[in-house]
Antibody
Framework: QVTLKESGPALVNPTQTLTLTCTFS??????????VSWIRQPPGKALEWLAR???????FYSTSLKTRLTISKDTSKNQVVLTMTNMDPVDTATYYC????????????WGQGTLVTVSS | QSALTQPRSVSGSPGQSVTISCTGT?????????VSWYQQHPGKAPKLMIY???KRPSGVPDRFSGSKSGNTASLTVSGLQAEDEADYYC??????????FGGGTKLTVL
């Protein structure tokens, strides 16, 4: 059974760096072709793809947020970490991690999401 | 990339069919057969309903179907049921290892 769960701070001050962790089970990021992405959703708004990391440690980022994002993985812990620098109130959103299965181009399993509020 | 264009809302009565459109460009929807659709109930995570334009994951009712013509993809829900009331998002691969989502459509079952 594939599961993903996001964790991190619920409240972040403006200008701070956000660090989120996605802990997953039921698959391994050392499996060739496996990938994990981060996606966010501001309250009442649309989904926005942020970043992706592959089994071979290749990393890809949203063009508009590329300078602020870093994605990494710890295969031994079944975790993917996303950091976002210089947080702003407009970054208030529910942040999801999602799996992209081998040989596919869609998000087949999602975590429950974690709401991050940026406010002083 | 700009978000894909979806109608803000659609509605239908139980048993009827509704179609949600998703318009992009030749750089995303029109350029790849990698359109997916996600259903999201309030406060819940998105759920994959359609992938690769018209494929259904196991467990998704065959009342849900997808198609694409040019730069526009569509999700059709036939035989509407109360539990289909949710937000629906389209998503397309946009090249260079990136994805773009639609703005979302609220489906109301009257």
């Amino acid at each position: 059974q594939v599961t993903l769960k996001e964790s991190g701070p619920a409240l972040v001050n403006p200008t701070q760096t956000l660090t989120l962790t996605c802990t997953f089970s039921g698959f391994s990021l050392s499996t060739s072709g496996m990938r994990v992405s981060w996606i966010r959703q501001p309250p009442g708004k649309a989904l926005e793809w942020l970043a992706r990391i592959d089994w071979d440690d290749d990393k890809f980022y949203s063009t508009s947020l590329k300078t602020r994002l870093t994605i990494s993985k710890d295969t031994s812990k079944n975790q993917v970490v996303l950091t976002m620098t210089n947080m702003d109130p407009v970054d208030t959103a529910t942040y999801y991690c999602a799996r992209i299965g081998v040989g596919t181009i869609h998000f087949d399993y999602w975590g429950q999401g974690t709401l991050v509020t940026v406010s002083s | 990339q700009s978000a894909l264009t979806q109608p803000r809302s659609v509605s239908g009565s139980p048993g009827q069919s509704v179609t949600i459109s998703c318009t992009g460009t030749s750089s995303d929807v029109g350029g790849y057969n990698y359109v997916s659709w996600y259903q999201q109930h309030p406060g819940k995570a998105p759920k994959l309903m359609i992938y690769d334009v018209n494929k259904r994951p196991s467990g998704v009712p065959d009342r849900f179907s997808g198609s694409k013509s040019g730069n526009t993809a569509s999700l059709t829900v036939s035989g509407l049921q109360a539990e289909d009331e949710a937000d629906y998002y389209c998503c397309s691969y946009a090249g260079s290892y990136t994805w773009v989502f639609g703005g979302g459509t609220k489906l109301t079952v009257l």
